[in-house]
């Protein structure tokens, strides 16, 4: 029998079971395993995460966070520590870079969330926004008689959002009924060509509906449109000559982000809205967000990324550019997004005395007021809000504007009612009809602030409208019951100033200036703005029978597009032959493709050549649209 031998070395202490290392088997392959999934994660991650490789944005540690625990976790797996807690020392002992790693980004997120926080950096926060102090009459555009309405939207989101789903049914006639629905969180306020505009981009109702006209054996050609509504004349148009492949809406390298995050992998991407040349042709503005305070603190905007949103070609613009009077993209309305300038603004109203004053004593600290608009101010959408003291949100004590497009920033210094407060006030005025006021429209009305707003009913149908006086509060003005058009409301509303003790005289143009809405809209027939009368001869006619409905399809030889209509909007359509001499009156503006016609009848022979060109052109237009019917009140 062998001897029993005791080591007495270390005091007869036993050794501690976790410090033994116990490799598992194969434990140079499974190494190899936790690296290749570590590798694999990495790229899944990026894909759908789609992080800058930036150190100033919180995507970027919260990226390599994952990536470096898929290692750890991959590691307890392999070795079967899970099971087995011998394995335990071995697998610490494999993630311990790792871990150290992952500690080492932690610490520098909180350090960089604190050196960047308004403790330390209040008035650098304070100092991202510059504001000058402007003078009323001449920020906001002086409406002194009605044709001065001819830029103003009567209507806001929700209500040019009822409008704009209505014309989504224009799409049964291409066969594409129940496909779309609106993108309404990408829909952005702009002026176009003089008119004030809301336009929406489209998506596929679901994933099903975009997987069956794109994956299944077919070539994606995008989505054919977008919907603009004119604020002003309250006409919803489907615009069906461009097809948009790159949106936020789309999958795989059509999506949006996607699609810009391999070509600008460092850049923060800050807000996206849809746009439109003055050609109509859309575009995605992107923007380039820098931080300004600190690591990781104080977002400002860069430049913007133009993005072609039918080809998905892309180019750069900094904000210099952007901001140049006679710069190619001045069409371009919205490169800084409103809820970034309320946030700067609310940063100089609260830091500008420094973030102690801020808590105690709060001398001069303000805040923006609930809510935002925007107005028209020449060919710029600026961006308007109440301000109000931190310490009461009764009144206000100025009001807060900025161009969206150059940044440039005003206040205007007054006192009166709240925004809300007017909403309250109108919506006293009409509660037996139970009406809904919009987010009040600041108005200059021959030199006196006046809120304006929309009345409207739970369909978000426009209603009436009512005025009320910023600082005389007191003056709210509906129309009568009997009359509830623009008109009748101004006149309440001149009435009611000139009751005031002292009277205020309002000197506005009722007679000599008659209110036409823009683009020669005729206002007792808004249908007919966009009217073309085609006369031709018929070179090919088609049908087609959707969801019930027989269409047919005719093609004039002068015309490049086919018109198409229901046979129980035309019964006649049903008689004509390929020879006979038609006249159509379609809504559509178009040059290709298909157009709506509202009616289709026989004519006098087609026009010879030896006839006028004037004539001989008439109706021609440069743009494919559908409208979808409203009322204006």
């Given at each position: 029998?062998e001897?029993i031998k005791?080591?007495?070395s270390?005091?007869g202490?036993?050794?501690s079971?976790?410090?033994v290392?116990?490799p598992?088997?194969?434990?140079?392959?499974k190494?190899v395993?936790?690296v290749?999934v570590?590798?694999?994660?990495a790229?899944i991650a990026?894909?759908f995460?789609l992080?800058p490789?930036?150190?100033?944005?919180y995507?970027?540690?919260i990226y390599?966070?994952?990536?470096?625990g898929?290692?750890?976790a991959?590691?307890?797996?392999?070795?079967?520590?899970?099971?087995?807690?011998?394995y335990?020392?071995y697998v610490?002992r494999?993630?311990r870079?790792?871990?150290?790693?992952?500690?080492v980004?932690?610490l520098?997120v909180?350090?960089?969330?604190?050196?960047?926080?308004?403790?330390f950096?209040?008035?650098s926060?304070?100092?991202i926004?510059?504001i000058?102090?402007?003078d009323?009459?001449?920020?906001v555009?002086?409406?002194?008689?009605?044709?001065?309405?001819n830029?103003?939207?009567l209507?806001d989101?929700?209500?040019a959002?009822a409008?704009?789903?209505?014309t989504?049914?224009?799409?049964?006639?291409l066969?594409?009924e129940?496909?779309?629905?609106?993108?309404?969180?990408?829909?952005?306020?702009i002026?176009?060509k003089?008119?004030?505009?809301?336009?929406?981009?489209?998506?596929?109702?679901?994933?099903?509906?975009w997987?069956?006209?794109?994956?299944v054996?077919?070539?994606?050609?995008?989505i054919?449109g977008?919907v603009?509504?004119?604020?002003?004349t309250?006409?919803?148009e489907?615009?069906?000559n461009?097809?948009?492949?790159?949106?936020?809406?789309?999958?795989?390298?059509?999506?949006?982000?996607r699609?810009?995050?391999?070509r600008y992998?460092?850049?923060i991407?800050?807000?996206?809205?849809?746009?439109?040349?003055?050609?109509?042709?859309?575009f995605?503005?992107v923007?380039h967000?820098?931080?300004?305070?600190?690591?990781l603190?104080?977002?400002?905007?860069?430049?913007?990324?133009l993005?072609?949103?039918e080809?998905?070609d892309?180019?750069?613009?900094?904000?210099?550019q952007?901001?140049?009077?006679n710069?190619?993209?001045?069409w371009?309305?919205?490169?800084?997004?409103?809820d970034l300038?309320?946030?700067q603004?609310?940063?100089?109203?609260?830091?500008?005395?420094?973030?102690?004053?801020?808590l105690?004593?709060?001398?001069?600290?303000?805040?923006?007021?609930?809510?935002?608009?925007?107005?028209?101010?020449?060919?710029d959408?600026y961006?308007?809000?109440g301000?109000?003291s931190v310490t009461?949100?009764?009144s206000?004590l100025?009001?807060?504007?900025i161009n969206?497009r150059?940044?440039e920033?005003?206040?205007?210094?007054?006192?009166?009612?709240t925004?809300?407060?007017a909403?309250?006030?109108a919506?006293?005025?009409v509660q037996?009809m139970?009406?809904?006021?919009?987010?009040?429209?600041?108005l200059?009305?021959d030199?006196?602030?006046?809120?304006?707003t929309?009345?409207k009913?739970?369909?978000?149908?426009?209603?009436?409208?009512?005025?009320v006086?910023v600082?005389?509060?007191?003056?709210?003005a509906?129309p009568s019951?009997?009359?509830?058009?623009l008109?009748?409301?101004?006149?309440?509303?001149?009435?009611?100033?000139?009751?005031?003790n002292?009277?205020?005289?309002?000197?506005?143009?009722f007679?000599?200036?008659?209110y036409t809405?823009?683009?020669?809209?005729?206002p007792?027939?808004p249908?007919a703005?966009?009217?073309?009368?085609?006369t031709?001869?018929?070179?090919d006619i088609?049908?087609a029978?959707i969801?019930?409905?027989t269409y047919?399809?005719?093609?004039?030889?002068n015309?490049g597009?086919y018109?198409y209509?229901?046979?129980s909007v035309?019964?006649?359509?049903?008689?004509l032959?390929?020879?006979?001499?038609?006249?159509?009156?379609t809504a559509?503006?178009?040059e290709?493709?298909?157009?709506?016609a509202?009616?289709?009848?026989?004519a006098?022979?087609?026009?010879?050549?030896?006839e006028?060109?004037?004539?001989t052109?008439a109706?021609?237009?440069?743009?494919?649209?559908?409208?979808?019917?409203?009322?204006?009140?």
């Open positions: 029998m001897p005791v080591d007495f270390e005091g202490k036993k050794k079971v976790r410090s290392l116990i598992p088997e194969k434990a140079g392959i190494i395993i936790n290749i570590m590798l694999l994660t790229g990026y894909y995460l992080p490789m930036n150190p100033h944005d995507k970027f540690y390599w966070l994952i990536v470096l898929s290692y750890v991959s590691a307890f797996v392999t070795s079967g520590a899970f099971a087995k807690p011998e335990v020392p610490k494999r993630a870079i790792p871990v150290i790693i992952a500690g980004i932690v520098v909180a350090v960089g969330y604190l050196v960047s926080s308004p403790f950096r209040a008035r926060f304070a100092k926004l510059s000058d102090n402007g009323f009459t001449n920020t555009s002086l409406i002194d008689s009605m044709s001065d309405f830029n103003v939207p209507i989101e929700t209500a959002q409008l704009a789903d209505k989504l049914g224009d799409f049964a006639a066969d594409l129940s496909q779309f629905e609106l993108l309404t969180e990408d829909s952005t306020q002026n176009f003089g008119s004030p505009y809301r336009i929406y981009p489209l998506q596929y109702g679901d994933v099903f509906k997987f069956l006209n794109s994956a054996g077919k070539s994606y050609e995008g054919p977008y603009r509504v004119n604020l002003n309250q006409k919803a489907l615009i069906t461009y097809d948009i492949k790159y949106s936020t809406a789309e999958h795989f390298s059509e999506y949006l982000e699609h810009l995050r391999f992998p460092t850049y991407f800050g807000e996206i809205s849809f746009e439109i040349d003055e050609s109509g042709k859309p995605w503005v923007e967000i820098k931080k300004t305070v600190g690591l603190g104080g977002d400002d905007v860069q430049g913007i990324i993005v072609d949103a080809t998905g892309s180019e750069y613009y900094t904000a210099d952007i901001k140049a009077e710069s190619e993209i001045a371009i309305d919205q490169a800084y997004d409103a300038l309320i946030q603004y609310n940063y100089y109203g609260t830091y500008n005395g420094g973030f102690w004053n801020s105690i004593g709060q001398s001069g600290v303000k805040k923006t007021s609930t809510g935002y608009s925007f107005l028209a101010i020449g060919d959408v961006l308007y809000t301000v109000t009461t949100d009764d206000i100025g009001f807060f504007f969206q150059t940044k920033a005003l206040f205007y210094p007054t006192t009166g009612a925004e809300a407060a909403q309250l006030s919506q006293g005025k037996d139970d009406w809904q006021a919009s987010f009040p429209i600041l200059n009305i030199g006196e602030a006046t809120y304006f929309a009345l009913d739970k369909s978000n149908i426009v209603k009436s409208y009512a005025m006086n600082e005389q509060y007191n003056v709210v509906i019951n009997q009359n509830t058009d008109r009748s409301c101004l006149e309440a509303y001149i009435k009611g100033m000139s009751q005031l002292p009277p205020v005289v309002i000197d506005f143009a007679d000599s200036d008659k809405a823009p683009e020669d809209t005729d007792e027939n249908d703005s966009n009217e073309t009368t085609v031709g001869t018929v070179t088609r049908s029978v969801g019930g409905t047919y399809y005719i093609e004039l030889n015309s597009l018109y209509v229901a046979a035309t019964n006649k359509v049903m008689l032959n390929v020879g006979d001499t038609v006249t159509v009156i559509d503006k178009a290709t493709g298909i157009a709506n509202k009616s289709i009848d026989t006098a022979p087609a026009q010879t050549p030896s006028t060109p004037e004539e052109t109706g021609t237009e440069t743009e494919t649209t559908t409208e979808a019917e409203t009322t204006q009140p």
